[in-house]
T-cell receptor, first 113, second 113 residues
Framework: GENVEQHPSTLSVQEGDSAVIKCTYS??????FPWYKQELGKGPQLIID?????GEKKDQRIAVTLNKTAKHFSLHITETQPEDSAVYFC????????????FGGGTRLMVKP | GAVVSQHPSRVICKSGTSVKIECRSL??????MFWYRQFPKKSLMLMAT?????????EQGVEKDKFLINHASLTLSTLTVTSAHPEDSSFYIC?????????FGQGTRLTVV
């Protein structure tokens, strides 16, 4: 089955700086890669996703890149703000696995004012 | 994004009693619903996958008689924790999937005393 690894597990940045979180996956047949933001005591919220036919996608301060050959994808947050502080999870969906997602271990992002 | 409503958000119950958690997709029909359990500072652990009108598929190590899942319609799934014990205390999260994306409920904090 799919295996997703996420780094770093914790990340502390100064407000206004950029933050990058990286994930690798094992199944080359995976074709959908969402990113979720989870605030304390709440469920994960989809913030951006990318499909395997696209190399990069951007939505305001958030961007995701995908390298299919290397089987890794990254989340980039620019001009970070304190409200970006949360736990971020990457995930991968295997082809032919229904809608089942395999999650990375999570990254706790802290943005210091 | 689509809205998934999970209820209750918090519940405290006595040891030996049962607790039901509801998960509803409010503005879309979910082909598949998933139930996760999350331990503090950990990633999401898939418990089971359910499709409307059929029996849930449980992950290895998850007791199907203890965690009863009913998926009565394309917009409602329920998880019942039967004969709850303190070790069942956790954060439970549901997810509803369309053909491509998955959206999460707010989560339920279960405390068994």
């Amino acid at each position: 089955g799919e295996n997703v690894e996420q780094h770093p597990s914790t990340l502390s940045v100064q407000e206004g700086d950029s933050a990058v979180i990286k994930c690798t996956y094992s199944d080359s047949a995976s074709n959908y890669f969402p990113w979720y933001k989870q605030e304390l005591g709440k469920g994960p919220q989809l913030i951006i996703d990318i499909r395997s036919n696209v190399g990069e996608k951007k939505d305001q301060r958030i961007a995701v890149t995908l390298n299919k050959t290397a089987k890794h994808f990254s989340l980039h947050i620019t001009e970070t703000q304190p409200e970006d502080s949360a736990v971020y999870f990457c995930a991968a969906r295997e082809n032919n696995a229904g809608n089942m997602l395999t999650f990375g271990g999570g990254t706790r992002l802290m943005v210091k004012p | 994004g689509a809205v998934v409503s999970q209820h209750p958000s918090r519940v405290i119950c006595k040891s030996g009693t049962s607790v039901k958690i509801e998960c509803r997709s409010l503005d879309f029909q979910a082909t598949t619903m998933f139930w996760y359990r999350q331990f503090p500072k950990k990633s999401l652990m898939l418990m089971a996958t359910s499709n409307e009108g059929s029996k849930a598929t449980y992950e290895q190590g998850v007791e199907k008689d203890k965690f009863l899942i009913n998926h009565a319609s394309l917009t409602l799934s329920t998880l019942t924790v039967t004969s709850a014990h303190p070790e069942d205390s956790s954060f439970y999260i549901c997810s509803a999937a369309t053909g491509t994306e998955a959206f999460f409920g707010q989560g339920t904090r279960l405390t068994v005393v």
